[in-house]
């Protein structure tokens, strides 16, 4: 079955570049999107990459996809304790329009 | 004013208890979904609804049942709350022209837990 797989923690020290991976498993998936979900609030959304595109830049952000592989990355370039939050991957199976959500990983921000 | 919004944001209930999570959304969208959140599992989808004559199960239905009273309103009952419904429950919404249909809007959460 459709499945997303996350790391469940990322630490990295402030001002370093974060990676959070992911991979998934319906090679069919439109779009696969990265949310973010501060500290007490609901899941926002941060980027997203339509399939036939390998990379995506946005400021300090970059979005990386592998479709081969079936992996998918965010690069948090600067990390600052903003920063901090979980984020979760999900894909887009063809059917139903539903997302299918990564278990979401935490990143904690060193001073 | 938030575009979702979720009531109560808190709730602490005994085992037994039937109890209603409310969302309401000013958004226009026709689509809404409930969610829980549990740590190490992330989201999985209770029930969905695409229109107000239109309700799906989703992975996860059992022990909860949902009413769609308008466009705007879908509210998630637990009819008797056991204590493995302890989790933050999430509203969400989308509509079929943003990014193909799945781009969703989330709710702040409503964090219940039952005793």
Known sequence: GEDVEQSLFLSVREGDSSVI???YTDSSST???WYKQE???GLQLLTYIFSNMDM???QRLTVLLNKKDKHLSLRIADTQTGDSAIYFCAETPDSNYQLIWGAGTKLIIKP | DADVTQTPRNRITKTGKRIMLECSQTKGHDRMYWYRQDPGLGLRLIYYSFDVKDI????ISDGYSV???AQAKFSLSLESAIPNQTALYFCATSDPRDRGGYEQYFGPGTRLTVT
């Not at chain 2, 799906?56 to 992975?59: C, H, I, T, V, Y």
């Open chain 1, 21 to 23: 991976n992911c991979t």
């Open chain 1, 31 to 33: 779009y696969l999107y």
């Open chain 1, 39 to 41: 500290p007490g609030a």
């Open chain 1, 56 to 58: 995506k830049q946005d």
């Open chain 2, 56 to 59: 799906n199960k989703g992975e």
């Open chain 2, 67 to 69: 009413s769609r009273q």
